[in-house]
């Protein structure tokens, strides 16, 4: 019995590393059909994601199951349920490549919005790019300093976030209302990938080391929208 | 033990109606708030989502401690995880919520748009509010065709949403940048909204039939954006 229950939690653990890390690759590709108006990447961002999708429905069953047969208690309940959420939050985060992929598509061959607002949201997809990473190692290794240092990363993204508001206001940046639009939805989705990868961070730091972390679990967002 | 057992479900189910109770009310004021300017009842929304989201953590904390000590299988196992979830979407309209309010609160004493966009805007927020109510009278309820309907309706907010884009484009309809900012941020906002209405509505088809309800589990995101 104990055999099979750690031989399907290994399974949960690997199925989570194949999960990260296509988010990771999710987010790469978004912020590189950006970079370069690449319309092949930004296709397979947004294909791509329906595999992120089944894998979550994979990790759910997985865990369901994990719960009703093997009615695991102390850390191994803790790994179940925290494999669930990070699923769950994980499965949003390819949502959100997937938006900004699709943005980049639209806007094909143009990039979506002109400089010097482009180089911001650029700085914003690569910050959300190296979350991505750290979150894919971070699954792996679960190294407790790495899920620290995802946490205070994130208040990066928050500021470009909020300077981002700042740049569409300034009326001395050109927009179109279409590039307006755009860019407002490119800082939304990006920041809240960002989110996404703190709220994993917390949990598993949770997990490792058993002691809640101060704050919400749940990818927080508050509220300096603009 | 089942007579414990019985009691804690008992209050896991009342807790979830409180909190969708909350929710509901929550979206209810956020959009008189936006109709009417009103920023008392603005801020009555931003300081209530500190309560829907202690909820949420009173919710996870018997959830888990319900997995552990009384490992339950089956419907009672379906009924714990679903109320675990449950409390994850409600978490997320209430801040969904907040957002609003605080955009009606930013732009005090002004409408945040002008007509015809508010009008617009107006209607979204109606159909978020009626599947605010809705969701919490399926989690009283748990009234199947109440959940169909939930399902149904949510296409009508997204034909809004669509919509919403549109108009925000059409050059004819005067908009200062902050007006298009303030239109895109609270049209995704209410059509998200919507979006975890029906991801209630289908956890607790689920919960109630055992049947797994064709779709993802969670709040659909899907990609016609604008």
Same mark, same amino acid.
């Given at each position: 019995?104990?055999?099979?229950?750690?031989?399907?939690?290994?399974?949960?653990?690997?199925?989570?590393?194949?999960?990260?890390?296509?988010?990771?690759?999710?987010?790469?590709?978004?912020?590189?059909?950006?970079?370069?108006?690449?319309?092949?990447?930004?296709?397979?961002?947004?294909?791509?994601?329906?595999?992120?999708?089944?894998?979550?429905?994979?990790?759910?069953?997985?865990?369901?199951?994990?719960?009703?047969?093997?009615?695991?208690?102390?850390?191994?309940?803790?790994?179940?349920?925290? +494999?669930? =959420?990070?699923?769950?939050? &994980?499965? %949003?985060?390819? #949502? $959100?490549?997937?938006?900004?992929?699709?943005? /980049?598509?639209?806007?094909?061959?143009?990039?979506?919005?002109?400089?010097?607002?482009?180089?911001?949201?650029?700085?914003?997809?690569?910050?959300?790019?190296? +979350?991505? =990473?750290?979150?894919?190692? &971070?699954? %792996?290794?679960? #190294? $407790?300093?790495?899920?620290?240092?995802?946490? /205070?990363?994130?208040?990066?993204?928050?500021?470009?976030?909020?300077?981002?508001?700042?740049?569409?206001?300034?009326?001395?940046?050109?927009?179109?209302?279409?590039?307006?639009?755009?860019?407002?939805?490119?800082? %939304?989705?990006?920041?809240?990938?960002?989110?996404?990868?703190?709220?994993?961070?917390?949990?598993?730091?949770?997990?490792?080391?058993?002691?809640?972390?101060?704050?919400?679990?749940?990818?927080?967002?508050?509220?300096?929208?603009?």
């Amino acid at each position: 019995m104990r055999d099979i229950f750690n031989q399907e939690l290994k399974q949960l653990g690997s199925d989570l590393e194949t999960m990260s890390s296509q988010v990771a690759t999710a987010i790469e590709r978004a912020a590189e059909s950006l970079r370069n108006g690449d319309i092949i990447v930004a296709e397979q961002v947004i294909d791509a994601d329906e595999r992120i999708n089944d894998l979550q429905r994979d990790i759910d069953d997985l865990c369901v199951m994990l719960l009703a047969r093997q009615q695991p208690v102390a850390s191994d309940l803790r790994n179940v349920i925290s +494999a669930l =959420r990070m699923a769950q939050t &994980l499965e %949003r985060q390819g #949502d $959100l490549a997937r938006h900004v992929a699709s943005i /980049a598509r639209g806007r094909y061959p143009e990039p979506p919005v002109p400089e010097p607002v482009l180089g911001l949201i650029l700085e914003m997809a690569d910050l959300a790019v190296k +979350a991505g =990473r750290d979150v894919a190692e &971070l699954v %792996r290794t679960r #190294d $407790l300093d790495l899920a620290q240092r995802i946490q /205070a990363n994130d208040s990066g993204l928050d500021e470009l976030h909020r300077r981002s508001f700042q740049m569409i206001l300034d009326p001395a940046n050109e927009l179109s209302r279409q590039q307006v639009v755009d860019a407002v939805l490119m800082g %939304r989705f990006l920041e809240r990938f960002g989110d996404h990868s703190t709220s994993v961070a917390r949990r598993m730091a949770y997990l490792v080391s058993g002691t809640q972390v101060p704050g919400t679990h749940d990818a927080e967002d508050a509220d300096a929208l603009h």
